[in-house]
């Protein structure tokens, strides 16, 4: 655990207790190896078709450390050392290329995550949950080819049937990046089971997928 003042080139976190109290700052792969708790933004886009609602998943890259090649938060990412949750924004422009003013985000709240991944890769996460409504085609997103692979729409009751039934399938319609620079699509439909999300608690899923139910922009 370092200061704010030693930090170098390396990502720092704030960290804090589990009362939520701030206690210094710290390396990511320190945080990690430690169970550090920190904290993260999350956003979930909803797209709506005529009267079904859907989810936006990101494809994670496969060289992500976690989770490689599963669906996950349409938007996410760590709060680095002195970045508010105003500043976790910037993730849905890295990411998926969209300007949004934080004042259009729906606030869910903040949700405590405690998961070890393995030995050496605990996370322990204050997440701060938010809601956005894009209407706007897969191909206009612009995705961070470093961090993101694709994207997939997955209806919002089907999701609710993956997470409550283990053994259910449903079909997610994308797209993936193709071609040799990353910069060209192809669409893509698949059959997908809970095991290929990224296994957020049962907790945590339906308390996203309610309010995404009611949400009404």
Request: proline share 3%; net charge negative.
């Amino acid at each position: 655990m370092e200061g704010k003042d030693s930090m170098t080139t390396h990502e720092w976190f704030d960290i804090y207790d589990a009362d939520n109290r701030w206690r210094g700052t710290a390396p990511r792969h320190e945080v990690h190896r430690h169970g550090y708790w920190h904290h993260s933004f999350q956003c979930w886009i909803v797209q709506d078709r005529g009267e079904e609602r859907y989810l936006l998943f990101q494809l994670r890259h496969p060289d992500k450390d976690t989770y490689p090649g599963r669906l996950d938060i349409s938007s996410a990412g760590h709060l680095t050392a002195g970045e508010t949750v105003r500043d976790g924004s910037r993730e849905l422009a890295e990411e998926l290329g969209l300007a949004v003013p934080f004042e259009e985000l729906y606030e869910l709240g903040v949700y405590a995550q405690d998961k070890t991944i393995r030995a050496d890769l605990i996370d322990r996460e204050f997440c701060h949950v938010f809601l956005y409504r894009s209407d706007r085609t897969l191909t206009d997103y612009v995705l961070q080819k470093e961090e993101v692979t694709g994207l997939f729409l997955l209806r919002l009751a089907d999701v609710k049937r993956l997470v409550r039934d283990r053994d259910a399938e449903a079909i997610a319609e994308g797209i993936i990046l193709d071609g040799p620079e990353g910069t060209t699509y192809r669409e893509e439909t698949r059959t997908v089971v809970f095991r290929d999300l990224v296994p957020h608690e049962t907790g945590y899923y339906e308390w996203v997928l309610q309010a995404a139910e009611a949400y009404r922009p």
